[in-house]
T-cell receptor, first 109, second 113 residues
Framework: QQPVQSPQAVILREGEDAVINCSSS?????VHWYRQKHGEAPVFLMI?????EQKGHEKISASFNEKKQQSSLYLTASQLSYSGTYFC??????????FGKGTRLSVIA | DGGITQSPKYLFRKEGQNVTLSCEQN?????MYWYRQDPGQGLRLIYY???????QKGDIAEGYSVSREKKESFPLTVTSAQKNPTAFYLC????????????FGPGTRLTVT
């Protein structure tokens, strides 16, 4: 079942912070975060695994609440380059990732 | 340079024709995936393969077929049975399952008229 992302879209001024949420109705083992710029391929940002392990870029922070089956991506001091669509992908058991519909982030000067 | 290549970047076909999209990776990854992306829909899984000569259907496999004869190659055929084939198609690979990040190719935009 497709995870739900919120908000669907957000506009920030440079330097502002944002939080993007990802919620699933299924018990999760892993949560992935990717960013996609228009017309380009998604780029890996972070993986959060059950038990607390995280792998990803140093400048990106995220949380994974296993009990609530939720993850949040934290974007601080946003830059113009942060603009794009952010996708979470959730993994349960042996099934492949299921991606949310995305959150469109626009950072303006 | 290691990575995933997809070709062509843009593809135009007439309705009723089958078309094959290419995906090649030189990352030595075991798993490969095909996704379809439509505006506002996110990434939807068409087929995936975790090992050579084996593949499984994803959520929207109807009207598509794949093969995995070599580790580095995972071509996708969009058949005439696919009712709405116009979309952006993304191929990805990863070293393993859900514990590993996926690396995406640049995508192929298919337009069928």
């Amino acid at each position: 079942q497709q995870p739900v992302q919120s908000p669907q879209a957000v506009i920030l001024r440079e330097g502002e912070d944002a939080v993007i949420n990802c919620s699933s109705s299924k018990a999760l083992y892993s949560v992935h975060w990717y960013r996609q710029k228009h017309g380009e391929a998604p780029v890996f940002l972070m993986i959060l695994l059950k038990g607390g392990e995280q792998k990803g870029h140093e400048k990106i922070s995220a949380s994974f609440n296993e009990k609530k089956q939720q993850s949040s991506l934290y974007l601080t001091a946003s830059q113009l380059s942060y603009s794009g669509t952010y996708f979470c992908g959730t993994g349960s058991g042996n099934t492949p990732l299921v991606f949310g519909k995305g959150t469109r982030l626009s950072v303006i000067a | 340079d290691g990575g995933i290549t997809q070709s062509p970047k843009y593809l135009f076909r007439k309705e009723g024709q089958n078309v094959t999209l290419s995906c090649e990776q030189n990352l030595n990854h075991d798993a490969m995936y095909w996704y379809r992306q439509d505006p506002g829909q996110g990434l939807r899984l068409i087929y995936y393969s975790q090992i050579v000569n084996d593949f499984q259907k994803g959520d929207i496999a109807e009207g598509y077929s794949v093969s995995r004869e070599k580790k580095e190659s995972f071509p996708l055929t969009v058949t005439s049975a696919q009712k709405n084939p116009t979309a952006f198609y993304l191929c990805a690979s990863s070293p393993g399952g859900i514990n590993y990040e996926q690396y995406f190719g640049p995508g192929t935009r298919l337009t069928v008229t």
